[in-house]
């Protein structure tokens, strides 16, 4: 008999998921995907949207256009999973599945830091890049600050990314010499988890740029255009920041989360604690055997780690022995 498998989440993780598994299983079986979202939405590019050299209709797809390959999209706000159920409530109904894949995302939380909403630009949201992109096109020079609230964060590299672009694109407009830039990370050196030559590397290339980078900072509010550390203050006339992070809220009763609300799930295969249910990507948290840390929040492991979850699942579903393992790649 056919079974059900349910994909939540249609970003990286999601989708890659979805395909897959449309790809490796006999028709018998449904693939269903639920996002709250109409459209898929790709954030990569964010940071070229930001310097109009990408516009925003280009980051998106319409999930619905699933349908045509045989997934089932159901655009629905996930309130919870009940494992012992093996169901997912909705605000469109309950749906029963036989094998469920999360792939939920981080929560952005910019309503953690104090001031935060009303002081700072988004630039982890379509419409929060979208805006600022509107407002650098008026932008005529004063002191831009691109600051990480906490630890962790979603992709190591995009506000680094972000400050050599528009260092690039003030140069050109002929603002730089009218701007001053400044990086704030609570992290000890610029992408730790890459290594201390890529770190070196980094500093070198911001102090070249007259990025002025402070490591170690706790941030603990926006007020009245400062950004209060706990090694002082910044002032500021644009501050652009990367938001609080949580693990999805619609998973809090699941018993499949631990510390932050990240899903617990074996590094190799992507199972939870629960037989038939796995989680990927931002979503999880994975402990890495060096430096005592997480592994990094990036569609690239989202997308492996999906890809490895369908094809077990595929296998399992087909009576043979599930022997895809996430080693990594991507890293
Ligand atoms: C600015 C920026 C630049 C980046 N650049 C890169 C890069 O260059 N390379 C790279 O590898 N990664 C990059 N990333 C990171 C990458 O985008 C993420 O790691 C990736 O999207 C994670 O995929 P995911 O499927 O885990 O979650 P997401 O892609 O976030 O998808 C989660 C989905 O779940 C849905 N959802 C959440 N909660 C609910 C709910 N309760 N009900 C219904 N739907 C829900 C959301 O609408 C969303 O569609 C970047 C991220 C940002 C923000």
Known sequence: ????????????????????????????????????????????????????????????RKLSRLGRKGIDFWQA?????????????TDRGTIDYD???????????????PGFQEGAYNVYSLSGASRLSRRLQQFSGGRIVIFISSI?????????EIAFLLDEYLRKKGLRHRTELSLITPERSPEPLAGPLVGARLRRDLARRYIKLTTEAKVLSLENGRLKLDQGEVEGDLFIGVPPHRGPSALESSGLTGEGGWIEVDPHTLA???????????????????????????????HYQAEVAARNIALLLSGKKPHHRFTGKGL
Not at 99 to 113: D, F, K, M, Q, V
Not at 272 to 282: A, L, M, P, Y
Not at 288 to 302: C, D, E, H, N, Y
Request: glycine letters at 8%.
């Open 1 to 60: 008999m056919g079974k059900t498998v349910l994909i939540l989440g249609g970003g990286t993780g999601g989708v890659v998921a979805a395909n897959v598994l449309r790809k490796t299983l006999g028709r018998e079986h449904r693939v269903v995907l639920v996002d709250r979202k109409e459209n898929h939405e790709f954030y990569s590019p964010i940071p070229f949207l930001l310097v109009n050299q990408r516009r925003p209709q280009q980051l998106t």
């Open 77 to 89: 706000e996930v309130r919870s999973v009940n494992p012992a159920r093996s169901q997912v409530e």
């Open 99 to 113: 094998y469920l894949i999360i792939s939920l995302g981080a929560e952005h939380r910019p309503e953690n830091l």
């Open 152 to 160: 962790p964060f979603v992709c190591p590299s995009a506000a680094y």
């Open 272 to 302: 939870t604690r629960v037989e038939n249910i796995f989680g990927v990507g931002d979503a999880t948290a994975i402990r890495l055997p060096v430096m005592q840390t997480w592994a990094p929040k990036s569609g690239i492991f989202a």
